[in-house]
């Protein structure tokens, strides 16, 4: 039973443009969320978080969208940039979750 | 260098062995997470220690076993291993249980 959902398993943009990858969770107990971003052969790294009092959190180029009665949260990503490629973890905890779950990831291409 | 250190980088061993993996993480940081990433999948919470102790198990098979030493470093023991074993295992240190996770660069294992 996946409670962090990532349906997207790839995205591919051109550069300049907008990345949106998007993630969905079923657990309403969750209240916090992270996003991770992974090159090949490295750990995932933190990008952005949010807590479920905010709707958005704004960081550069990267916002982290959250809509709770949706159970959705979105990472934006303006300008796309071809070192934006890479794979993308949505995470969640909160309520009885000691530990962060996660999606099973979104490949980010962004194409020069 | 993320402060999280995880050797072997690499392990290549044949189905029915037993294998240590180790994580040292990073300074300050009391909590260590265990996660498997096989293929296609995301990221499968294993197990966490918070200073020596088991604090949360996920996922683990009763075939694997992890410990956290009074040094905080940390071993996760793959025993009897199958095919299906093979998978990149990630460690991960935080200050607390409430924080954002710390990746080392994993360990990629492979059973032949």
């Known amino acids: 039973d996946q409670q962090v959902k990532q349906n997207s398993p790839s995205l591919s943009v051109q550069e300049g443009r907008i990345s949106i990858l998007n993630c969905d969770y079923t657990?309403?107990?969750?209240?916090?969320f992270l996003w991770y971003k992974k090159y090949p052969a490295e750990g995932p790294t933190f990008l952005i978080s949010?807590?479920?009092?905010?709707d958005k959190n704004e960081d550069g180029r990267f916002t982290v969208f959250l809509n709770k009665s949706a159970k959705h949260l979105s990472l934006h990503i303006v300008p796309s940039q071809p070192g934006d490629s890479a794979v993308y973890f949505c995470?969640?905890?909160?309520?009885?979750?000691?530990?962060?779950?996660f999606g099973k990831g979104t490949k980010l291409s962004v194409k020069p | 260098d993320s402060g999280v250190t995880q050797t072997p980088k690499h392990l290549i061993t044949a189905t029915g062995q037993r294998v240590t993996l180790r994580c040292s993480p990073r300074?300050?940081?009391?909590?260590v997470y265990w996660y498997q990433q096989s293929l296609d999948q995301g990221l499968q919470f294993l197990i966490q220690?918070?200073?020596?102790?088991?604090?949360a198990k996920g996922n683990i098979l009763e075939r694997f076993s992890a410990q956290q030493f009074p040094d905080l470093h940390s071993e996760l023991n793959l025993s009897s291993l199958e095919l299906g074993d093979s998978a990149l295992y990630f460690c991960?240190?935080?200050?607390?249980?409430?924080?954002?996770?710390?990746f080392g660069s994993g360990t990629r294992l492979t059973v032949v």
């Open positions: 991960a240190s935080s200050v607390g249980e409430l924080y954002g996770y710390t």
């Open positions: 300074s300050g940081d009391l909590s």
């Open positions: 949010i807590s479920s009092i905010k």
């Open positions: 657990n309403s107990m969750f209240d916090y």
């Open positions: 220690y918070y200073n020596g102790e088991e604090r």
């Open positions: 995470a969640a905890y909160g309520g009885s979750q000691g530990n962060l779950i």
